[in-house]
């Protein structure tokens, strides 16, 4: 099945610990996304990556890091850094166009994390 | 600052009802419009996507409208169903080849058995 996977669902961190969100596509897809959804607010953009080996920052970087090593894969580390990190965390992909531009994005399940 | 708003933040319809949802925008200079669909805990579901030189896209039940004159775009929902409860979520893309999705904070719809 093609699709976007993410995990853990559920992750629990202490404050002060780093964590890693994984992300994984099968979807051949160039461009890469991680998204951060708080209750009753859209979603908000942290970082994306629309090739290998290079990725932006999103308008909620801070606090966060990213790597893309592999096409497939755009994991996402929370650091001791980010203040508010309980939240539900989306990971999307989406193909690019000859012409530059990226078509639909296409959702993963989301981790939930919750800092104790 | 670019914004979405969604209007209502919640709805409750009888099942069988046509209904319509809103959704206003700031920027007129978009890309492309998208709704998604997000059932509890999910993750979203790209419903229908319409591009800046597009008036409407349909799939099924679902009708997408876009007017960038005003900002604003509608999903209508035509003979709803139980199974269409969810949260609805509208985002742009702008123009200038911008990455970044601006999203709205959703409508939650249930529709009443």
């Known amino acids: 099945d093609g699709g976007i996977t993410q995990s853990p669902k559920y992750l629990f961190r202490k404050e002060g610990q780093n964590v890693t969100l994984s992300c994984e596509q099968n979807?051949?897809?160039?461009?890469m996304y991680w998204y951060r959804q708080d209750p009753g607010q859209g979603l908000r953009l942290i970082y994306y990556?629309?090739?290998?080996?290079?990725?932006q920052k999103g308008d909620i970087a801070e606090g966060y890091s990213v790597s893309r090593e592999k096409k497939e894969s755009f994991p996402l580390t929370v650091t001791s850094a980010q203040k508010n990190p309980t939240a539900f965390y989306l990971c999307?992909?989406?193909?690019?166009?000859?012409?530059?531009?990226?078509?639909?994005?296409?959702f993963g399940p989301g981790t939930r994390l919750t800092v104790l | 600052k670019q914004e979405v708003t969604q209007i209502p933040a919640a709805l409750s319809v009888p099942e069988g009802e046509n209904l319509v949802l809103n959704c206003s925008f700031t920027?007129?200079?978009?890309?492309?419009l998208q709704w998604f669909r997000q059932d509890p805990g999910k993750g979203l579901t790209s419903l229908l996507l319409?591009?800046?030189?597009?008036r409407e896209q349909t799939s099924g039940r679902l009708n997408a409208s876009l007017d960038k004159s005003s900002g604003r775009s509608t999903l209508y929902i035509a003979a709803s169903q139980p199974g269409d409860s969810a949260t609805y979520l509208c985002?742009?893309?702008?123009?200038?080849?911008?990455?970044?999705?601006?999203f709205g904070k959703g409508t939650k719809l249930t529709v009443n058995p």
């Open positions: 999307a992909s989406s193909l690019r166009r000859l012409a530059g531009l990226t078509d639909t994005q296409y």
């Open positions: 979807l051949n897809h160039d461009a």
């Open positions: 990556s629309q090739i290998v080996n290079d990725f």
């Open positions: 920027d007129s200079a978009i890309y492309n």
């Open positions: 319409i591009q800046s030189s597009q």
């Open positions: 985002a742009f893309r702008l123009q200038g080849g911008s990455e970044k999705l601006v």
